[in-house]
C-alpha cells in the first residue's frame, strides 16, 4: 500500500466524492492536509455576493487534517494568504510514499512541494491551467514561464484534466511519460440518481415556477459575474424574438446571485416580457432538479478554466452551449453533436447556438449522457494509480 499525502486549499464540494474513492482503495492510504476550513462553515461568497452554506458533505470518508497556518484563510490575494508552520513536520510524521498537490496558486500549495523536496518525496501535480488565457504583457509572460519552469523541475508527474490542460503542460516542455490523465469529473452517480429520483416532480416543479409545460428552457447557473458574461445570454436571448417585441418561446432561467443581478433584472423587466426568471441561488443538492428542468445549458463565460457545471447537467442529459473561452469545451462538448462552441462576446453567434440547441435538444441530450459515461471518478483513480506506478518503478 502506498501512503498519499494531498494538498489542497479547502473542502470542496466537487472533490469530496472523489476522496472518498481514492481513500477507499486498498492499494492506497490517502491522508488529505487543508489550509482552510471556511467552507465547511456558512461563508461569504464574494461572487455569489452572499452567504455560502453546502449541503452536502465534505469532509466525510477519508482521513483529513487541517494544517496550522497564520495570515488569511481564503485566498485574496498573493499577500493576504495563509502561510502553513507544519508542513515539513507532517511530512516526516507521516512517513509518506508520495505528495499530491492540487493547483499552485496557493503559497501553501509551494511550500508542499518544496518540504516534499527537501525530504526527497516524489510530488504529483494537478491543476486547471489551459493556456486559453494567457499574459499579453512581456513581462508578466516571462515572469509566469520563469516561476512554472522552477516549479515543474520539481515535479514527478503531471495529472492533466482535459485535453487543454494536457497541451498547457506540453508547451511548457514537460514530458509526455510524466503526463497522466485524471479527468476533471463529478460524482456522475450521484447526478443521474438525482436527476431520476426528480423525474416524478419534474411538472409539480414546473407549476411551481408558473412553467407552461409546452415550452422549453434556457438554463444560466453560475455567479452574476462579469467574467461568466450572463448579460451576453440576456442580449442573445432578446434576439430570439420573432420581432423584437414578441416574448421569444422558450423561457429563460437564471439560477445563481451576484454583483450583476439587480442590472439583469432591469434589462429583463424593459422587455415586459414574463419568460425571464430569476431564481437565485440553489445548493448543491437542489441542482440536479434545475438541470432536468431544462432543455439546453449555456455557459458564456469569458474565462472559465473547466466549467464543472457542464458534467454536470450533461449526467442530466441536455444539450449545452458554451463559449470557447470555457476549459471543457474541446473534450466535452462536440459541435452539431450534443450541442454549439461559439466565440465569446459573438451575441448573433449565441443566438443561433440556442437556436440549434432547442431544436436538437433530444439527440443531443442523449449523446451528452453517453458521451459523459467516459469521464468520470473511477477513471480519475485509474489516472492516479497509473501515475503512482510510474513513481514507484521511477523511484525503485
Not at 219 to 239: E, F, G, N, S, W
Not at 256 to 263: A, K, N, S
Not at 360 to 378: C, D, M, P, R, T
Request: hydrophobic letters at 45%; one cysteine or more.
Amino acid at each position: 500500500m502506498l501512503s498519499v499525502a494531498y494538498f489542497v486549499s479547502h473542502p470542496i464540494q466537487y472533490q469530496a466524492p472523489l476522496l472518498r474513492l481514492v481513500a477507499a482503495d486498498p492499494e492506497i492510504d490517502l491522508k488529505v492536509f487543508f489550509y482552510s476550513d471556511f467552507s465547511l462553515k456558512a461563508h461569504q461568497d464574494e461572487g455569489f455576493g452572499r452567504l455560502i452554506a453546502w449541503d452536502v458533505p465534505l469532509t466525510e470518508g477519508y482521513d483529513y487534517y487541517f494544517l496550522n497556518c497564520w495570515g488569511s484563510k481564503q485566498w485574496q490575494s498573493w499577500l493576504q494568504q495563509p502561510i502553513a508552520t507544519d508542513i515539513l513536520k507532517q511530512l516526516e510524521q507521516g512517513k509518506f510514499d508520495v505528495v499530491w498537490v492540487h493547483g499552485w496558486s496557493w503559497l501553501c500549495s509551494i511550500q508542499a512541494v518544496l518540504a516534499a523536496n527537501k525530504l526527497g518525496i516524489p510530488v504529483l501535480l494537478r491543476g486547471e491551467s489551459n493556456g486559453i488565457s494567457e499574459p499579453t504583457n512581456p513581462l508578466k509572460k516571462i515572469a509566469k514561464r520563469v516561476f512554472l519552469n522552477w516549479l515543474f523541475e520539481k515535479i514527478a508527474g503531471f495529472l492533466y484534466i482535459g485535453t487543454l490542460n494536457y497541451q498547457f503542460y506540453r508547451n511548457y516542455g514537460v514530458e509526455e511519460k510524466r503526463l497522466f490523465r485524471v479527468p476533471y469529473a463529478v460524482d456522475n452517480e450521484y447526478f443521474q440518481k438525482q436527476v431520476m429520483l426528480g423525474l416524478p416532480h419534474r411538472q409539480e416543479l414546473r407549476k411551481s415556477l408558473n412553467l407552461d409545460p409546452a415550452r422549453p428552457i434556457i438554463l444560466y447557473a453560475a455567479k452574476l459575474i462579469d467574467v461568466k458574461r450572463p448579460q451576453d445570454l440576456l442580449a442573445a436571448y432578446r434576439l430570439l424574438s420573432a420581432d423584437g417585441v414578441q416574448e421569444p418561446e422558450p423561457y429563460l432561467l437564471f439560477v445563481g446571485d451576484g454583483i450583476l443581478r439587480p442590472t439583469l433584472e432591469a434589462e429583463a423587466k424593459e422587455t415586459g416580457w414574463q419568460s425571464i426568471r430569476f431564481l437565485g441561488f440553489q445548493n448543491q443538492s437542489q441542482m440536479p432538479a434545475m438541470y432536468d428542468l431544462c432543455d439546453v445549458f449555456v455557459l458564456p463565460s469569458g474565462f472559465e478554466p473547466w466549467g464543472l457545471a457542464i458534467n454536470e447537467v450533461m449526467n442530466a442529459g441536455k444539450a449545452v452551449v458554451v463559449s470557447d473561452q470555457v476549459g471543457c469545451a474541446s473534450d466535452l462538448v462536440k459541435d452539431g453533436q450534443n450541442g454549439q462552441i461559439y466565440p465569446v462576446g459573438d451575441i448573433t453567434a449565441l443566438a443561433e447556438a440556442i437556436r440549434w440547441a432547442i431544436a436538437n435538444s433530444i439527440s443531443a441530450g442523449e449523446i451528452s449522457l453517453k458521451k459523459i459515461q467516459n469521464w468520470s471518478y473511477q477513471q480519475d483513480l485509474q489516472g492516479l494509480k497509473q501515475a503512482l506506478n510510474y513513481l514507484q518503478v521511477r523511484v525503485g
